[in-house]
T-cell receptor
Framework: KAGVTQTPRYLIKTRGQQVTLSCSPISGHRSVSWYQQTPGQGLQFLFEYFSETQRNKGNFPGRFSGRQFSNSRSEMNVSTLELGDSALYLC????????????FGSGTRLTVV | AQRVTQPEKLLSVFKGAPVELKCNYSYSGSPELFWYVQYSRQRLQLLLRHISRESIKGFTADLNKGETSFHLKKPFAQEEDSAMYYCALTPHRTGGFKTIFGAGTRLFVKA
């Protein structure tokens, strides 16, 4: 079965712009979590969605938001981009909330210039 | 608050030598613990989880609640084990889950 798919793979944006990243989980997986990965901070939790509801949120400013659709696909949005938002954004899905570990996507590499 | 600590950023061993990647956690409840691995140019993938008590690619990890540790071990390292390893903790509670990752340890197995 298909794995976790993230689009786009690479993105270059200018400061002040906004961006939307997409994640399609493994079929049947209802929980989707997002992480920001940077060399300095490692993997930082952004948010977790289950059944279209945000169940948990990390310590990121309100510029970071997300949503989940009825088919479990998820999007995350970052508004008013800053240089420090440059990172690899990873999406991970699991069958149920917090259960059994994640399956990760390849990530979206966002560069803010 | 929960925390995962991997004290070594880099671990270098010779092929055939035993390897132990350390992971310590802090959490007052009963967590679920995982090891993830990222090989070069590949996506992050689940290696093993403590409740399975399994051996994957020769690696094992035992949860020690007294020492709050979940170290990853392999008796004989192979060159193909060279990768980035992350320890992760998922707290067991209601109201949403927030899996926390350690900073990672890069394992380099020398020929």
């Amino acid at each position: 079965k298909a794995g976790v798919t993230q689009t786009p793979r690479y993105l270059i944006k200018t400061r002040g712009q906004q961006v939307t990243l997409s994640c399609s989980p493994i079929s049947g997986h209802r929980s989707v979590s997002w992480y920001q990965q940077t060399p300095g901070q490692g993997l930082q939790f952004l948010f977790e969605y289950f059944s279209e509801t945000q169940r948990n949120k990390g310590n990121f400013p309100g510029r970071f938001s997300g949503r989940q659709f009825s088919n479990s696909r998820s999007e995350m949005n970052v508004s008013t981009l800053e240089l420090g938002d440059s990172a690899l954004y990873l999406c991970a899905s699991s069958l149920a909330e917090g259960a059994g570990g994640y399956t990760f996507g390849s990530g979206t590499r966002l560069t803010v210039v | 608050a929960q925390r995962v600590t991997q004290p070594e950023k880099l671990l270098s061993v010779f092929k055939g030598a035993p390897v132990e990647l350390k992971c310590n956690y802090s959490y007052s409840g009963s967590p679920e613990l995982f090891w993830y691995v990222q090989y070069s140019r590949q996506r992050l993938q689940l290696l093993l989880r403590h409740i399975s008590r399994e051996s994957i690619k020769g690696f094992t990890a035992d949860l020690n609640k007294g020492e709050t540790s979940f170290h990853l071990k392999k008796p004989f390292a192979q060159e193909e084990d060279s990768a980035m390893y992350y320890c992760a903790l998922t707290p067991h509670r209601t109201g949403g889950f927030k899996t926390i990752f350690g900073a990672g340890t890069r394992l380099f197995v020398k020929a």
